[in-house]
């Protein structure tokens, strides 16, 4: 979460000197973010993003290495092992990073990836809905604020059994369960019950709730949409 801003002097000083490491690097990144102006083209403010980001690993790394409890010696798999670790940690406390990442990821897709969408032309089927209130399915297109992003993990699917939805990924190492509640034929909430995924654990905890709306269909897909971290998700569901 973003930091509150103290006026007293005195608590402000005492919330810094009570920071991690990481939770400078991340106010630093954060802070530095917020200046960059959204008028330049998006490309642009990537690269001043990245460097935020990049200027803020450096002036804290050995506190964050020391904090992180990493050993290697090998500088350069000791800054990957603490841009992991900086990265997801990030993402939590300051999501104004998260588009930019997604935006990378979307470049990272290659020549071959869909292309950018509106969802006001999505047309839907009501009938569609229904088969997605039971058995498997997975995702076969993301969409980020209407920008296409692939996929990182090629085994995720979900399975509705009851009123339980399991999401299984990395090759069903890591589960995350939701408890799921239809408010309409094709609108529903999840509500997270657990999961053994930190990067889920960092980002959202027990009771917290999703709400996920189809708005399009083709043929038996399903497009589904939800507002996350203050991005629109846009995204193509296939029964397995």
């Known amino acids: 979460m973003r930091k509150s801003i103290f006026i007293v002097l005195v608590l402000t000083c005492k919330l810094l000197l009570a920071q991690t490491a990481s939770e400078k690097a991340c106010e630093q990144t954060c802070n530095c973010i917020k200046k ?32 992180y409890k990493i050993k290697e010696k090998n500088l350069e798999k000791a ?49 569609v809905c229904a088969l997605f209130k039971t058995g498997k399915y997975g995702s076969q297109q993301m969409y980020i604020n209407k920008k296409y992003v692939e996929s990182p993990d090629k085994s995720s699917y979900s399975e509705v059994v009851g009123s339980t939805i399991i999401d299984y990924s990395n090759n069903k190492k890591t589960i995350t369960k939701w408890t799921i509640k239809w408010l309409s034929a094709c609108e529903w909430e999840q509500i997270l019950i657990e999961s053994n995924d930190p990067e889920t654990s960092k980002l959202i905890k027990k009771g917290d709730k999703i709400t996920l709306k189809a ?26």
């Open 36 to 67: 960059i102006d959204s008028k330049l083209p998006p490309a642009k403010r990537k690269e001043l993003a990245m460097k935020c980001m990049e200027n803020a690993s450096i002036n804290h790394f050995e506190g964050m290495m020391a904090q």
């Open 79 to 127: 800054a990957n092992k603490v841009g992991e670790k900086f990265g997801a940690e990030l993402a939590t406390s300051c999501p104004d990073i998260i588009p930019f990442f997604m935006e990378e990821a979307g470049e990272d897709a290659g020549e071959d990836a869909a292309g950018d969408i509106n969802p006001d032309t999505l047309v839907l089927k009501e009938g």
């Open 215 to 240: 708005i399009g269909s083709s043929g038996n897909d399903l497009w589904v949409s939800s507002k996350m971290f203050g991005m629109d998700v846009l995204v193509l569901l296939r029964k397995q």
